[in-house]
């Protein structure tokens, strides 16, 4: 029986600035064990998500890697509808100084004041943004035209794997007891031994890593804000033929993040914030795989499965 994924990453827009027919302005939901995270929230999102099958109801948080219009400017849409269907659940948005200035403004138009609990926490510099059910999400500055940072989702480490043929040879039923021990918890036998996780539990397994750089051109150090990282979803507005314009407006090439993902060891990389000028991606792609060879160029709708 095939195991049931603990998420879903959505790539709900993948252009640049410039939307296509097949491109929406940038939008990432990772779906997690019942909520859905937003990273930016471009022009419509809140439609992106229909057609994705995503619950709006279910947006608990959006993280705004910086204030762009191509990156922000779903977010009064998204809002609007949520009051027009009497959401009550709160919603929290995490975002650089600016956002509260242009959310109040918007304001006078979804109806003055929503319908829900809204918190809006502006942020600078780097650390844990926030943390939930079993994760935290933290950030990064990174270098471009404006404040912009880039987000990492980090699960909790996971239990160790349970040794169900040690358990039954030391007598532990399934049930509860099992449980116990996953959780860390030693246990007492019907015969009174007392039996310890480490004797059945193997050592905790890293959790899942994503990252997202949102817009950035070259960042020193950066890597290391995506060492190991299961997926890298890295910018790539440009090929690398046009290497000093991406310079110059402080954009990433695709050769660029592959060889970011090569050097912090990531295990797949997804490109998306393709340039409208690109509406055959294949010599992109090809560019990149001579540096890194696990790597996508992200299409609206994708999806990768978590477990």
């Given at each position: 029986?095939?195991?049931?994924?603990?998420?879903?990453?959505?790539?709900?827009?993948?252009?640049?600035?410039?939307?296509?027919v097949?491109?929406?302005h940038?939008?990432?939901?990772?779906?997690?064990?019942?909520?859905?995270?937003?990273?930016?929230?471009?022009?419509?999102?809140?439609?992106?998500?229909?057609?994705?099958?995503?619950?709006?109801?279910?947006?608990s948080?959006i993280?705004?890697?910086?204030?762009?219009?191509?990156?922000?400017?779903?977010?009064?849409?998204?809002?609007?509808?949520?009051?027009?269907?009497?959401?009550?659940s709160?919603?929290?948005?995490?975002?650089?100084?600016?956002?509260?200035?242009?959310?109040?403004s918007?304001?006078?138009?979804?109806?003055?004041?929503?319908?829900?609990?809204?918190?809006?926490?502006?942020f600078?510099?780097?650390?844990?943004?926030a943390?939930?059910?079993?994760?935290?999400?933290?950030?990064?500055?990174?270098?471009?035209?404006?404040?912009?940072?880039?987000?990492?989702?980090?699960?909790?480490?996971?239990?160790?794997?349970?040794?169900?043929?040690?358990?039954?040879?030391?007598?532990?039923?399934p049930?509860?007891?099992?449980?116990?021990?996953?959780?860390?918890?030693?246990v007492?036998?019907?015969?009174?031994?007392?039996i310890?996780?480490?004797?059945?539990?193997?050592?905790?397994?890293?959790?899942?890593?994503?990252?997202?750089?949102?817009?950035?051109?070259?960042?020193?150090?950066?890597?290391?804000f995506?060492?190991?990282?299961?997926?890298?979803?890295h910018?790539?507005?440009?090929?690398?033929?046009?290497?000093?314009?991406?310079?110059e407006?402080?954009?990433?090439?695709?050769?660029?993040?592959?060889?970011?993902?090569?050097?912090?060891?990531?295990?797949?990389?997804?490109?998306?914030?393709?340039?409208?000028?690109?509406?055959?991606?294949?010599?992109?792609?090809?560019?990149?795989?001579?540096?890194?060879?696990?790597?996508?160029?992200?299409?609206?709708?994708?999806?990768?499965?978590?477990?």
């Open positions: 029986m095939k195991s049931q994924p603990f998420g879903k990453l959505f790539m709900l827009g993948t252009s640049a600035a410039v939307p296509t097949s491109r929406s940038p939008c990432i939901a990772l779906w997690w064990r019942g909520e859905t995270l937003l990273f930016d929230c471009g022009e419509g999102a809140q439609r992106q998500l229909m057609i994705a099958g995503l619950s709006i109801e279910k947006v948080s993280f705004i890697t910086h204030m762009h219009g191509d990156h922000v400017l779903g977010l009064p849409g998204l809002l609007m509808t949520m009051t027009l269907q009497n959401r009550r709160p919603l929290k948005i995490f975002s650089p100084r600016g956002l509260k200035q242009f959310i109040e918007c304001l006078p138009m979804i109806f003055y004041k929503p319908s829900f609990p809204l918190e809006v926490q502006e600078e510099g780097n650390g844990i943004v943390s939930g059910r079993n994760y935290k999400v933290y950030s990064q500055r990174v270098r471009h035209s404006v404040e912009s940072y880039a987000y990492c989702f980090k699960e909790d480490d996971r239990p160790g794997k349970f040794n169900v043929e040690k358990a039954e040879e030391l007598g532990i039923k049930g509860p007891l099992r449980s116990m021990l996953v959780r860390g918890e030693p007492r036998l019907e015969n009174g031994r007392i310890r996780p480490e004797e059945v539990v193997g050592p905790p397994r890293p959790g899942v890593k994503i990252v997202y750089t949102g817009d950035m051109g070259s960042t020193p150090g950066f890597e290391e995506c060492r190991d990282a299961d997926i890298l979803i910018e790539a507005t440009f090929d690398e033929t046009m290497g000093s314009e991406a310079d407006l402080q954009h990433s090439t695709c050769v660029e993040a592959a060889k970011l993902a090569a050097k912090a060891g990531v295990k797949s990389l997804l490109l998306t914030h393709i340039s409208s000028r690109y509406s055959d991606v294949s010599a992109m792609l090809e560019q990149a795989r001579k540096f890194f060879n696990n790597v996508q160029i992200a299409e609206d709708f994708m999806y990768i499965e978590i477990f």
